[in-house]
Protein backbone atom coordinates (compact mmCIF):
# COMPACT_ATOMS: atom_id res chain seq x y z
CA UNK A 1 0.00 0.00 0.00
CA UNK A 2 1.68 3.40 -1.03
CA UNK A 3 0.88 5.58 2.10
CA UNK A 4 1.77 9.73 3.04
CA UNK A 5 2.97 10.46 6.42
CA UNK A 6 3.36 14.51 6.43
CA UNK A 7 4.88 15.77 9.57
CA UNK A 8 7.11 12.29 9.41
CA UNK A 9 10.41 14.46 10.83
CA UNK A 10 8.02 14.57 14.50
CA UNK A 11 8.25 12.76 17.71
CA UNK A 12 5.44 10.36 16.34
CA UNK A 13 6.19 10.76 13.43
CA UNK A 14 9.27 9.31 13.17
CA UNK A 15 8.01 5.77 14.60
CA UNK A 16 4.95 5.51 12.10
CA UNK A 17 7.58 5.50 9.42
CA UNK A 18 9.54 3.16 10.94
CA UNK A 19 6.64 1.08 11.73
CA UNK A 20 4.92 1.47 7.80
CA UNK A 21 8.35 0.08 6.46
CA UNK A 22 8.93 -2.38 8.90
CA UNK A 23 5.23 -3.73 7.55
CA UNK A 24 6.11 -3.36 4.20
CA UNK A 25 4.30 -0.45 2.74
CA UNK A 26 5.57 1.53 0.37
CA UNK A 27 6.10 4.99 2.43
CA UNK A 28 6.17 8.48 1.01
CA UNK A 29 7.49 11.49 3.47
CA UNK A 30 6.58 14.78 3.57
CA UNK A 31 8.01 17.60 6.18
CA UNK A 32 9.39 21.41 5.56
CA UNK A 33 12.69 20.32 6.87
CA UNK A 34 14.87 17.99 4.38
CA UNK A 35 17.86 18.32 5.86
CA UNK A 36 16.32 17.02 9.74
CA UNK A 37 14.74 14.38 7.41
CA UNK A 38 18.23 13.48 6.26
CA UNK A 39 19.40 12.67 9.53
CA UNK A 40 16.59 9.66 10.01
CA UNK A 41 17.38 6.04 9.37
CA UNK A 42 14.79 5.38 7.09
CA UNK A 43 15.20 8.70 4.79
CA UNK A 44 16.65 6.52 2.31
CA UNK A 45 13.88 3.51 2.59
CA UNK A 46 11.23 6.14 1.76
CA UNK A 47 10.33 8.77 -1.61
CA UNK A 48 10.89 11.72 0.64
CA UNK A 49 8.90 14.47 -0.88
CA UNK A 50 9.57 18.06 0.85
CA UNK A 51 6.77 20.44 1.18
CA UNK A 52 5.72 23.71 3.46
CA UNK A 53 1.75 23.37 4.17
CA UNK A 54 1.96 27.44 3.80
CA UNK A 55 2.80 27.15 0.35
CA UNK A 56 -0.51 27.05 -1.75
CA UNK A 57 0.12 24.46 -4.41
CA UNK A 58 -2.74 23.58 -7.05
CA UNK A 59 -3.59 19.39 -7.04
CA UNK A 60 -1.01 18.19 -4.28
CA UNK A 61 -3.02 14.40 -4.83
CA UNK A 62 -0.87 14.38 -7.99
CA UNK A 63 2.25 16.34 -6.39
CA UNK A 64 2.06 13.11 -3.77
CA UNK A 65 2.40 10.58 -6.27
CA UNK A 66 -1.40 9.84 -5.63
CA UNK A 67 -1.20 8.08 -2.73
CA UNK A 68 -3.79 5.00 -0.96
CA UNK A 69 -3.70 6.53 2.08
CA UNK A 70 -2.18 10.05 3.50
CA UNK A 71 -1.45 9.98 8.20
CA UNK A 72 -1.39 13.77 8.67
CA UNK A 73 0.47 14.03 11.97
CA UNK A 74 2.04 17.73 10.87
CA UNK A 75 0.97 20.31 13.01
CA UNK A 76 3.04 23.63 13.98
CA UNK A 77 3.34 25.15 17.24
CA UNK A 78 3.47 22.50 19.76
CA UNK A 79 3.86 22.58 22.82
CA UNK A 80 2.55 25.90 23.10
CA UNK A 81 -1.24 24.83 23.70
CA UNK A 82 -2.38 28.55 24.07
CA UNK A 83 -1.19 30.52 21.08
CA UNK A 84 -3.79 31.63 18.95
CA UNK A 85 -1.76 30.85 16.08
CA UNK A 86 -3.89 27.08 16.45
CA UNK A 87 -6.75 28.54 15.17
CA UNK A 88 -6.13 31.53 13.12
CA UNK A 89 -3.58 30.19 10.94
CA UNK A 90 -2.92 26.29 11.85
CA UNK A 91 -6.64 25.71 11.62
CA UNK A 92 -7.20 26.89 7.92
CA UNK A 93 -3.39 25.78 6.59
CA UNK A 94 -4.30 21.86 7.31
CA UNK A 95 -7.68 22.55 6.39
CA UNK A 96 -6.81 23.78 3.14
CA UNK A 97 -4.31 21.37 2.56
CA UNK A 98 -6.07 18.39 3.09
CA UNK A 99 -9.26 19.79 1.17
CA UNK A 100 -7.06 19.94 -1.65
CA UNK A 101 -6.02 16.32 -1.55
CA UNK A 102 -9.74 15.29 -1.20
CA UNK A 103 -10.99 17.16 -4.02
CA UNK A 104 -8.52 15.84 -6.00
CA UNK A 105 -8.77 11.89 -5.44
CA UNK A 106 -7.99 11.20 -2.29
CA UNK A 107 -10.33 8.32 -0.71
CA UNK A 108 -8.07 7.15 2.62
CA UNK A 109 -7.32 10.16 5.14
CA UNK A 110 -6.20 9.55 8.63
CA UNK A 111 -5.79 13.06 11.25
CA UNK A 112 -4.46 12.54 14.16
CA UNK A 113 -6.03 15.05 17.16
CA UNK A 114 -6.21 15.55 20.70
CA UNK A 115 -7.69 14.32 23.81
CA UNK A 116 -7.50 18.14 25.01
CA UNK A 117 -10.60 18.27 22.70
CA UNK A 118 -12.19 16.33 25.75
CA UNK A 119 -11.25 19.86 27.89
CA UNK A 120 -12.10 19.79 31.74
CA UNK A 121 -13.83 16.76 31.59
CA UNK A 122 -12.75 13.69 34.31
CA UNK A 123 -12.81 10.35 34.34
CA UNK A 124 -13.45 7.46 31.53
CA UNK A 125 -13.79 9.40 28.29
CA UNK A 126 -15.28 7.77 25.42
CA UNK A 127 -15.56 8.96 21.84
CA UNK A 128 -18.91 9.61 22.25
CA UNK A 129 -18.37 12.05 24.90
CA UNK A 130 -19.35 15.82 23.81
CA UNK A 131 -16.11 17.88 23.22
CA UNK A 132 -15.39 21.11 25.28
CA UNK A 133 -11.88 22.34 24.19
CA UNK A 134 -10.24 25.31 26.44
CA UNK A 135 -7.42 25.85 24.46
CA UNK A 136 -6.93 27.56 21.19
CA UNK A 137 -5.03 24.37 20.40
CA UNK A 138 -7.78 22.08 21.22
CA UNK A 139 -10.56 24.31 19.81
CA UNK A 140 -8.31 24.79 16.46
CA UNK A 141 -8.30 20.39 16.36
CA UNK A 142 -12.00 19.99 17.48
CA UNK A 143 -13.12 22.25 14.65
CA UNK A 144 -10.43 21.15 11.77
CA UNK A 145 -12.17 17.51 12.89
CA UNK A 146 -15.77 18.95 12.07
CA UNK A 147 -14.55 20.85 9.04
CA UNK A 148 -13.21 17.29 7.49
CA UNK A 149 -16.54 15.66 8.55
CA UNK A 150 -18.49 18.22 6.27
CA UNK A 151 -16.22 17.63 3.37
CA UNK A 152 -17.48 13.94 3.60
CA UNK A 153 -20.56 14.65 2.26
CA UNK A 154 -19.32 16.23 -0.65
CA UNK A 155 -16.14 14.01 -1.17
CA UNK A 156 -16.47 10.50 -0.51
CA UNK A 157 -13.54 9.26 1.54
CA UNK A 158 -12.80 7.09 4.66
CA UNK A 159 -12.07 9.08 7.43
CA UNK A 160 -10.45 8.26 11.22
CA UNK A 161 -9.81 10.82 13.31
CA UNK A 162 -7.12 9.22 15.94
CA UNK A 163 -7.29 10.90 19.18
CA UNK A 164 -4.42 11.03 20.95
CA UNK A 165 -3.59 10.15 24.55
CA UNK A 166 -0.49 10.54 26.32
CA UNK A 167 3.27 9.07 24.73
CA UNK A 168 6.92 8.85 26.21
CA UNK A 169 9.63 7.64 24.47
CA UNK A 170 13.16 8.70 22.64
CA UNK A 171 12.76 11.94 20.71
CA UNK A 172 10.08 13.15 23.03
CA UNK A 173 10.07 17.70 23.21
CA UNK A 174 13.53 17.97 26.27
CA UNK A 175 10.52 20.15 27.95
CA UNK A 176 7.97 17.25 28.53
CA UNK A 177 8.07 15.71 31.77
CA UNK A 178 9.93 12.25 31.80
CA UNK A 179 13.24 13.70 29.38
CA UNK A 180 13.19 16.72 32.03
CA UNK A 181 13.33 13.41 34.54
CA UNK A 182 16.37 11.56 32.68
CA UNK A 183 18.27 14.98 32.31
CA UNK A 184 17.83 15.62 36.73
CA UNK A 185 19.20 11.68 36.64
CA UNK A 186 22.04 11.89 34.19
CA UNK A 187 23.56 15.34 36.03
CA UNK A 188 23.08 13.75 39.34
CA UNK A 189 20.64 16.05 40.92
CA UNK A 190 19.61 15.42 44.56
CA UNK A 191 15.95 17.14 43.73
CA UNK A 192 13.17 17.28 40.95
CA UNK A 193 11.14 19.59 41.16
CA UNK A 194 7.81 18.62 39.89
CA UNK A 195 3.82 18.88 40.73
CA UNK A 196 2.06 17.30 43.41
CA UNK A 197 1.70 14.36 41.22
CA UNK A 198 -1.90 13.18 42.03
CA UNK A 199 -3.08 13.46 38.19
CA UNK A 200 -4.53 10.70 36.44
CA UNK A 201 -3.29 10.51 33.33
CA UNK A 202 -3.53 7.47 30.31
CA UNK A 203 -0.10 7.21 28.75
CA UNK A 204 1.67 4.75 25.89
CA UNK A 205 4.86 4.33 24.68
CA UNK A 206 5.53 5.63 21.35
CA UNK A 207 6.54 2.96 19.97
CA UNK A 208 2.90 1.65 20.59
CA UNK A 209 1.38 4.95 19.63
CA UNK A 210 2.74 4.22 16.21
CA UNK A 211 1.90 0.75 15.61
CA UNK A 212 -1.69 1.72 16.48
CA UNK A 213 -1.75 4.89 14.46
CA UNK A 214 -1.09 2.50 11.43
CA UNK A 215 -3.74 -0.37 12.31
CA UNK A 216 -6.15 2.74 12.71
CA UNK A 217 -5.24 3.99 9.60
CA UNK A 218 -4.62 1.27 7.22
CA UNK A 219 -8.29 -0.76 7.92
CA UNK A 220 -11.73 0.73 7.04
CA UNK A 221 -14.12 -0.84 9.08
CA UNK A 222 -13.98 0.98 11.91
CA UNK A 223 -14.34 4.94 10.93
CA UNK A 224 -14.64 8.25 12.84
CA UNK A 225 -13.26 9.23 16.08
CA UNK A 226 -11.18 6.69 17.95
CA UNK A 227 -8.97 6.85 20.98
CA UNK A 228 -5.52 6.09 20.72
CA UNK A 229 -4.83 5.21 24.66
CA UNK A 230 -4.46 2.42 27.07
CA UNK A 231 -7.59 2.52 28.82
CA UNK A 232 -5.77 3.05 32.37
CA UNK A 233 -5.09 5.70 34.30
CA UNK A 234 -1.90 6.22 36.12
CA UNK A 235 -0.59 8.97 38.71
CA UNK A 236 1.63 11.25 37.56
CA UNK A 237 3.95 10.27 40.82
CA UNK A 238 3.89 6.70 39.65
CA UNK A 239 4.60 7.27 36.60
CA UNK A 240 7.63 9.09 37.93
CA UNK A 241 8.24 6.46 40.03
CA UNK A 242 8.23 3.42 37.69
CA UNK A 243 10.66 5.47 35.35
CA UNK A 244 13.05 5.90 37.85
CA UNK A 245 12.75 2.22 38.78
CA UNK A 246 13.39 1.14 35.16
CA UNK A 247 16.36 3.21 34.72
CA UNK A 248 17.60 1.87 38.33
CA UNK A 249 18.14 5.63 40.09
CA UNK A 250 16.46 7.81 42.56
CA UNK A 251 16.03 10.83 42.90
CA UNK A 252 14.02 12.85 45.89
CA UNK A 253 10.60 14.19 44.48
CA UNK A 254 9.89 17.53 45.49
CA UNK A 255 6.43 17.28 45.07
CA UNK A 256 3.91 20.36 44.77
CA UNK A 257 6.38 22.64 43.50
CA UNK A 258 5.23 23.52 40.50
CA UNK A 259 1.07 24.25 40.30
CA UNK A 260 -1.55 22.11 38.74
CA UNK A 261 -2.42 22.67 34.98
CA UNK A 262 -5.39 25.21 34.68
CA UNK A 263 -5.98 23.45 31.00
CA UNK A 264 -5.88 19.87 31.74
CA UNK A 265 -8.43 17.88 34.20
CA UNK A 266 -7.25 16.30 37.56
CA UNK A 267 -8.35 12.55 36.47
CA UNK A 268 -8.66 11.62 33.11
CA UNK A 269 -8.01 8.69 30.75
CA UNK A 270 -9.31 7.11 27.40
CA UNK A 271 -11.74 4.48 26.82
CA UNK A 272 -10.29 2.47 24.62
CA UNK A 273 -12.68 0.10 22.99
CA UNK A 274 -13.63 1.52 19.49
CA UNK A 275 -9.15 0.48 19.55
CA UNK A 276 -9.51 -3.01 20.93
CA UNK A 277 -12.04 -3.85 17.97
CA UNK A 278 -9.50 -2.94 15.44
CA UNK A 279 -6.67 -4.77 17.16
CA UNK A 280 -8.52 -7.70 17.82
CA UNK A 281 -10.03 -7.75 14.27
CA UNK A 282 -7.05 -7.22 12.22
Known amino acids: MKVLVTGA ?5 NYVV ?3 LKQGHQVMTTSKNSEKARMYEWFSQVQYIP ?7 ENLFQFFREPDVVIHLAWEGLP ?4 LFHFERNLFTNYRFLKNLLEDGLKSLTVTGTCMEYGLQNGCLSEDTPTKPTTPYSLAKDTLRKFLEQLQQKYHFSFKWIRLFYMYGKGQNPSSLLPQLDKALDRGDEIFNMSGGEQLRDYLPVEKVAEYVNEISLQNKILGIINCCSGKPISIRKLVENHMKNRGKTIKLNLGYYPYSDYEPMAFWGDNTKLKSIINNK
Do not use: A, C, S
Not at 9 to 13: D, R, V, W
Not at 51 to 56: A, F, G, Q, W
Open 18 to 20: REL
Open 51 to 57: YDLNVVQ
Open 80 to 83: NYKD
Open 9 to 13: TGFIG
